[in-house]
């Protein structure tokens, strides 16, 4: 019996699509914040670290640890701007707090290793951006002094006070 390639062709798509590597799964498509809104959380952040007194750098940084907007107000350190940075990236890219992460390690309960990878920072300030269960960034704040325990620093609160400021945002995001 001969079969023309056409109907090979046919009957190939056909298995092939039966299985499931036809349909869609290679192509996902996912949202990302506006640089709008990501200079809106830097803008909350430095805003709620100015009434405590202190002069920040806040990083905001995309899905996949690019950074978004990044503001160091007048008086912040030198070295803010990079350890803002490396708090919103880990944050990003462990999709846990900096400070969880911080007392995980402390605690044993993740290896020694993570606060070794190469632009890691596990100290308090860096917080995870998600909206309707998608983690979209991070933002990291750097130049306030550190509260009692690495889970109330003053970096950590001003980074919440970021979040708060485009909450509204995320969440009637479509």
């Known amino acids: 019996m001969q079969y023309s390639i056409k109907a090979i062709l046919i009957l190939a798509l056909w298995v092939v699509t039966?299985?499931?590597?036809?349909?869609?799964?290679?192509l996902y498509s996912s949202r990302s914040l506006s640089?709008?809104?990501?200079?809106?959380?830097?803008?909350?952040?430095?805003?709620?670290?100015?009434?405590?007194?202190?002069?920040?750098?806040?990083?905001?940084?995309?899905?996949?640890?690019?950074?978004?907007?990044?503001?160091?107000?007048?008086f912040a350190g030198p070295h803010t701007i990079e350890t803002a940075i490396r708090k919103a990236w880990t944050a990003n890219s462990f999709r846990q707090s900096t400070s969880v992460l911080a007392g995980l390690l402390k605690e044993g309960r993740i290896p020694d290793q993570v606060q070794h990878n190469p632009g890691a920072?596990?100290?308090?300030?860096?917080?995870?951006?998600?909206?309707?269960?998608?983690?979209?960034?991070?933002?990291?704040?750097?130049?306030a002094p550190p509260g009692s325990s690495e889970r109330?620093?003053?970096?950590?609160?001003?980074?919440?006070?970021?979040?708060?400021?485009?909450?509204?945002?995320?969440?009637?995001?479509?």
């Open 121 to 143: 920072l596990l100290v308090g300030g860096g917080l995870v951006i998600t909206a309707q269960g998608e983690t979209l960034g991070g933002i990291g704040v750097s130049g």
């Open 18 to 26: 039966q299985i499931g590597f036809a349909e869609s799964d290679s």
């Open 35 to 74: 640089l709008e809104l990501a200079s809106k959380a830097v803008d909350g952040a430095i805003k709620a670290c100015r009434k405590k007194g202190y002069s920040v750098a806040v990083a905001v940084v995309d899905r996949g640890g690019n950074v978004t907007a990044l503001l160091r107000d007048r």
């Open 152 to 174: 109330d620093s003053i970096d950590g609160a001003c980074a919440e006070a970021g979040l708060e400021a485009i909450w509204e945002d995320l969440e009637l995001a479509d």
